[in-house]
T-cell receptor
Framework: DARVTQTPRHKVTEMGQEVTMRCQPILGHNTVFWYRQTMMQGLELLAYFRNRAPLDDSGMPKDRFSAEMPDATLATLKIQPSEPRDSAVYFC??????????FGPGTRLTVL | AQTVTQSQPEMSVQEAETVTLSCTYDTSENNYYLFWYKQPPSRQMILVIRQEAYKQQNATENRFSVNFQKAAKSFSLKISDSQLGDTAMYFCAFMRFLNFGNEKLTFGTGTRLTIIP
């Protein structure tokens, strides 16, 4: 049963600390997306990759967020330094060639 | 830019009844996909159903079906014989069609559906 995995599932950290979230997409999917969900903004795209190349990171605060895909089995999202307004659920989604996206379980981030 | 509007923040229905969730969207694209995702209290985003804009036939997945009206830019979800496990947030989403693969999803604000025993 292929699925997207994300670690950690929960993260509580203090303001100013670095946070790294990891995602393992479904094998064979060539597109990986990072979305953020908050009560105020809903679900919004942060960045995405196709064949490991970054395509769009316009939704990401560039000064503190960075997204990478070091290989086909791993995507990372880093926040440095973290701020309380970054508290949210961060989803990774894996895109199939049939134009469907399958979401991971999310990382719930709380920045104190 | 595309926008997706879900005008019903909350709905509730008795178990076994039928319920319809509304979604409208705005786009200048001619080829695109529309989706409904379900998010239960576990927070997992689950793909419920998808519709290709070039298909006139409405998509169906078991108890879930859509009413796709391309000219009106409307895409409603009908849940028949509703079950307690259908209690969740439901998000309507839009994706542009690209020849070379998946594109980003634009989501509506969601409808919180409660199935009453």
């Amino acid at each position: 049963d292929a699925r997207v995995t994300q670690t950690p599932r929960h993260k509580v950290t203090e303001m100013g600390q670095e946070v790294t979230m990891r995602c393992q997409p479904i094998l064979g999917h060539n597109t990986v997306f990072w979305y953020r969900q908050t009560m105020m903004q809903g679900l919004e795209l942060l960045a995405y990759f196709r064949n490991r190349a970054p395509l769009d990171d316009s939704g990401m605060p560039k000064d503190r967020f960075s997204a990478e895909m070091p290989d086909a089995t791993l995507a990372t999202l880093k926040i440095q330094p973290s701020e309380p307004r970054d508290s949210a659920v961060y989803f990774c989604a894996s895109g199939s060639l049939q134009n469907e996206q399958f979401f991971g379980p999310g990382t719930r981030l709380t920045v104190l | 830019a595309q926008t997706v509007t879900q005008s019903q923040p909350e709905m509730s229905v008795q178990e076994a009844e039928t319920v319809t969730l509304s979604c409208t969207y705005d786009t200048s694209e001619n080829n695109y996909y529309l989706f409904w995702y379900k998010q239960p209290p576990s927070r997992q985003m689950i793909l419920v159903i998808r519709q290709e804009a070039y298909k006139q036939q409405n998509a169906t997945e078991n108890r879930f079906s859509v009413n796709f009206q391309k000219a009106a830019k409307s895409f409603s979800l009908k849940i028949s014989d509703s079950q307690l496990g259908d209690t969740a947030m439901y998000f309507c989403a839009f994706m542009r069609f690209l020849n070379f693969g998946n594109e980003k999803l634009t989501f509506g604000t969601g409808t919180r559906l409660t199935i009453i025993p």
